[in-house]
């Protein structure tokens, strides 16, 4: 009884001294793009909620779900009314703003927050929770105090594209997993996922036209484990999304804000394809679904009419399922070996007079021929293609948009020409990526290439961009490749903090980045980590390592003394 009477006096005193604090400091991520803070502070636990009545019925529902968070949370219930609500917080429609713009006015006696459409309220709602005690993102009821700070926000997102890929292939994450990466993006107002779902070592997407996808293509007979090409632990792996779970993921990213883009492969990383139905190479096989990274030279036979049948079934499936404007085709790492030698992919090439030109191979310019059919079967469906920086070689067709991933060459080479660009470098946003130098204290990942954090938020998209093409950037999108990465804590090792870094490049205008500032404010996004429960790396508090395994960061100077190459790569994986 007295053990517990000392630790119930503990957590009294605890909530006393957080009750001293009047406000969470100002830690928003990513930053607000203008903010005037005032004196004083405004207490949201039992406000009572105006909801405008030209505000649309699913944004209503949004917000509602925030009030009964609130209400949870803190435990004084907060009423809905219709309208403005006097001395409480009143969200109104005002079609003035742009998309996803909001403004935000905190006064000592009420809160105002005006949006002209889902998205901009949905990140007024998640700059307001930014503000309060990380505990509204949880479960439990805790006594606050729940005040916000008075302030004045205009906030707008510098690109209209800010995203993240995730690869389900190489490893395959469950409908659960995938929800929560689509969780902490929303609330770092990323609203692209790029879905990478078919692969050389696994296809994800349940095909109901095309059974063997799956009974054959989404399972592989072992996973490459080590840097080992043939370093293979020869247990069977896999799985595939139904129809239903994909519906279920797209319906849970809107209303998360984000619109799930899906990526078929094509025509190359196509393996898996292939060994489920191998009329659809040149060779004609046997083929088999890969164990093993890296690429692979058995692509899709593009000179028989069946192939395109094959994926104009596939693509029906898919835009059935995925409402997006924006459909992946891939496009990159699609070695012309098989075609070079193939009589039918040869023919196909007379048929359309295809010449080697202007440095390019005619195998090249038949590559841009399937890109064209699938831009302009797409088009013809309402749909635009995206496609790795690959598509701009030899020739790209009005319209497509183009996806830099090899540095930002691509990207600029695109601009030039008035591609729309999505910059995605593996320079800076790769994070798949080591998150340090200290490769024998990470978990093992690919290569020996590392991007910490510091360098991932120095990323300035319009760096060598030529003047006036600043408008034909739609957005930056930060990867996340699963070779080495084969659980869900090293997947969100790797995503984080470093997602919270790209969505500062993603939202800030360029002015507004500020490192220093951004570290201190990963004090409170680290808490919303914590009691949501993400894996994270630490390196920014000087500590490597998942759980289980940290360790005081290396200082400077010692990394200085060490010759990398000789660190051992990840050693406990
Ligand atoms: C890529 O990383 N192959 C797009
Ligand atoms: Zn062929």
Known sequence: MKHLGLISMIAIAGLLSCSKAQTVPFSVIPAPNEVTLGEGSFNIAGATFGIDDAIPEETAAMIDGFRGQLSKVSGRNSACVKGTAEGGVSFLLNENLGQEEYALNITPSSVVVEAADYNGFLYAVQTIKQMLPAAIYGSSRVRGPWKLQTASILDAPRFRYRGILLDCCRHFWSVEETKRIIDIMSINKLNRLHWHLTEDQGWRIESKKYPKLNEVGSWRSGTQVAYDRESS???????????????????????????????????????????SYPELGCTGGPYEVRKSWGISKDVLCVGKESTFKFLEDVFDELLDIFPSEYINIGGDEAPKDRWKECPVCQKKIKELRLKDRDGHTKEQYLQNYVTKRMQDYLASKGRKIIGWDEILEGELAPGATVMSWRGTKGGIAAVEKGFDVVMSPNTYLYIDYYNSMEYDREPLCIGRKCLPVEKVYGYEPMEGMPEGGEEHIIGVQANLWTEYISTPEHLEYNLLPRMSAASEIQWCSAGNKDFQRFKASMDHMREIYDILGYTYCKYMWGIVGLPGHEQPARSREALDTIDIKTIEKGTYE
């Open 233 to 275: 632990d020869s247990v069977r792996y896999g799985g595939y999304y139904t129809q239903d779970q994909l519906r279920e993921v797209v319906a849970y990213a809107a209303e998360r804000g984000i619109t799930v883009i899906p990526e078929i492969d094509l025509p190359g990383h196509m393996v898996a394809a292939v060994s």
